[in-house]
C-alpha cells in the first residue's frame, strides 16, 4: 500500500510505503540457485514460482505472508530469507539486491522471451514475519557509522541532485556525473533507498531510467566497493 502524502518526491518510492503483504524475489542471474532447489530449502511454505520474461532460467518468487509488514520489517524477512540460503550453501543466489525493498513492483507474469515458461504454485504455511522477528537476532554493537557520522539533510541531498541538473546535456559528462551523484550520495552517508529516489528525482525526463542506469548505479554502490554502504 502506498501513500503519496508520505513523499513530495515520489508516489510510489520507499517512503511512500504503508505496508506490504508478501515478499517478491526476483532472480536475474542463471547462475545462481534454481528454482527447483530454491523450492527444496523453503519446501514448507507456500509459495509460487514463475519465470521473467527474459527466461533462461531466471525467475520470481511470490511468498505470502500471515500479516501486513512495514518497509522495516519486509527487509528484516527478505534479508532473513537470504541468510537461511546461505546457510544451505548458496553464497551467490542470484537475487537482485536492489529490488529487495518494499517499494520494487514487477511485471505480471508472462511466456518467457527464451527458454521454458513456467508457473509454479507449491502449497505449505504462510510466511510469518512475527516468527522471523523472534528468531532473528539483533546486534547489540552499534552499527558502523558513515563518514559523515550523522544524518544527510534534504538541503545537502537536494545539492547534489542540482549539480547533476546543471550539468550541460551534450556534453559527454551526464552518465558520468549520473553515477558521480549516486557515488557522493553514498560517502555523505545516505542508505541506497534514498540514493534511489534522489536519482529518481535527479531523472527528471525519465531518460536514465529508461537505460537502466538508475539499477546499474544502485547495484554498483550495494557491492559496498565504492565505500560504506548504510543500513535502511
Known sequence: MFNPALSEKTDRGLKNVENTW???????????????????????????????????????VFLPTTTAMTAEVHQIAVDHIFQILTDHGFRHHGFDLSK?????????????KDGDSFFDVCDGDLLDPIAVLNVVEFSDKPMQKPSVGKAVSPQS??????????????SG???????KLG?????????L?????????A??????RAKGQIVSVIK?????????????
Open 22 to 60: 508478501g515478499v517478491w524475489l526476483d532472480n536475474d542471474d542463471p547462475n545462481g540457485i534454481a528454482w527447483q532447489d530454491f523450492k527444496k530449502v523453503f519446501a514448507h511454505l507456500k509459495m509460487v514460482g514463475c519465470n521473467s520474461h527474459s527466461g533462461n532460467g531466471r525467475y520470481r
Open 100 to 112: 529487495r525493498h518494499a517499494a520494487s513492483l514487477f511485471y505480471l507474469p508472462c511466456q518467457a
Open 157 to 170: 541531498i537536494q545539492a547534489s541532485i542540482d549539480h547533476y541538473r546543471n550539468v550541460q546535456a551534450g
Open 173 to 179: 559528462q551526464r552518465n558520468e556525473e549520473f553515477f
Open 183 to 191: 557515488f557522493v550520495l553514498l560517502r555523505k552517508g545516505c542508505d
Open 193 to 201: 533507498a534514498t540514493i534511489e529516489e534522489a536519482l529518481e528525482a
Open 203 to 208: 531523472d527528471y525526463d525519465n531518460s536514465r
Open 220 to 232: 554498483s554502490l550495494e557491492t559496498g566497493k565504492y565505500g560504506y554502504v548504510a543500513a535502511i
